[in-house]
């Protein structure tokens, strides 16, 4: 693969890069390797949707039914105590 | 993504005040419940684990000085709660996850994608096999690293915040974090997940 070693140094930074937490100088360098590197920008695009997909994952909501029941069963359990 | 702005109590609570616990849990009960279904992956190990966390908030009202968020709060009581039931239920063993095994050793393995180009994320996670995807790469995850990816990619906290709740550095937080982004990455784009237009024939969400 071209330029390995490029490469596993970006992947130990993506997370920071995601996060825009780099210095400008160094979010510049892996700019212009990622321009470079197909695998990379690859990589780095499936890691951002992984992040995109777990901040979008939703719930299902708490029903009233078990709000009311576990509201109970807590105050039981702290007056036995 | 959170629910409800933060609450910061003035005062410590009386302990063992119904109306002041009802506050307490009314006001909190859908965000924690929420964070314990993300940690267990389905609802009656979340409400096991949500009553836990109340009880123990309800016996600890008294030594609580408002000094944290209430939420923090919670959610470090629930975290705490947590990795003890997993411990009693489970035993299951803690591993590290290294970051030289998330190398990839191939170009396929670099080219590994996730499927939803062109859909939005609300749009992808309508599909059945991705959704159940993503909950099990979640699940597989050690738990150490599960609840750091929970709290700051699904709950929304930042990494100074995590890192009180789970007593770590924010270096720690940040590189646990790393990790179990790139074991989400790599379990969800392996599956081979296909079908993308699922969603459109309806009967789907869970």
């Known amino acids: 693969m071209p330029g390995q070693s490029h490469c596993v140094d970006l992947l130990r930074q ?20 990622l321009g470079a590197c197909p695998n990379c920008e690859v990589f780095i695009v499936s890691l951002q949707q992984t992040v995109t997909l777990c901040r ?22 702290a007056n036995a105590w | 993504m959170r629910a409800s702005a933060p609450k910061k109590l003035s005062q410590p609570l009386p302990t063992h005040e119904p109306e002041e616990f009802d506050k307490l849990y009314r006001d909190h009960v859908d965000l924690i419940y929420r964070y314990a279904h993300r940690l267990c992956g ?23 000085r ?7 709060w919670l959610y470090t009581i629930a975290s705490r709660a947590c990795i003890r039931m997993r411990r009693k239920r489970k035993g299951e063993p803690e591993h590290e996850l290294s970051l030289d095994e998330f190398v990839p050793t191939s170009e396929g393995e670099f080219r590994l994608q996730i499927p939803m180009d062109g859909l939005s ?10 959704r159940q995807g993503l909950d099990q790469a979640i699940e597989a995850l050690p ?13 929304g906290l930042s990494a100074k915040e995590v890192g009180n709740i789970m007593g770590l550095n924010e270096r720690a937080v940040k590189s646990r974090l790393h990790r179990a982004r790139l074991f989400v990455r790599r379990e969800l784009s392996a599956r081979g997940i296909t079908n993308h237009d699922d969603h459109k024939s309806g009967g789907l969400r869970s």
């Open chain 1, 14 to 33: 993506l997370s920071a890069y995601i996060d825009d937490e780099l210095p400008s100088d160094i979010c510049q360098e892996i700019r212009r390797h």
């Open chain 1, 56 to 77: 979008h994952r939703p719930v299902p909501p708490l029903k009233s039914v078990d709000r009311v029941a576990m509201r109970r069963a807590i105050l039981d359990a």
């Open chain 2, 42 to 64: 389905e609802a009656e190990a979340a409400k096991d684990l949500v009553q836990e966390t109340f009880l123990n908030a309800y016996r600890g009202l008294k030594d609580f």
């Open chain 2, 66 to 72: 408002g000094e944290a968020q209430v939420s923090t």
């Open chain 2, 121 to 130: 994320p609300e749009e992808a996670l309508q599909n059945k096999e991705l």
């Open chain 2, 143 to 155: 738990k150490k690293y599960r609840m750091v990816l929970v709290l700051r990619d699904m709950e």
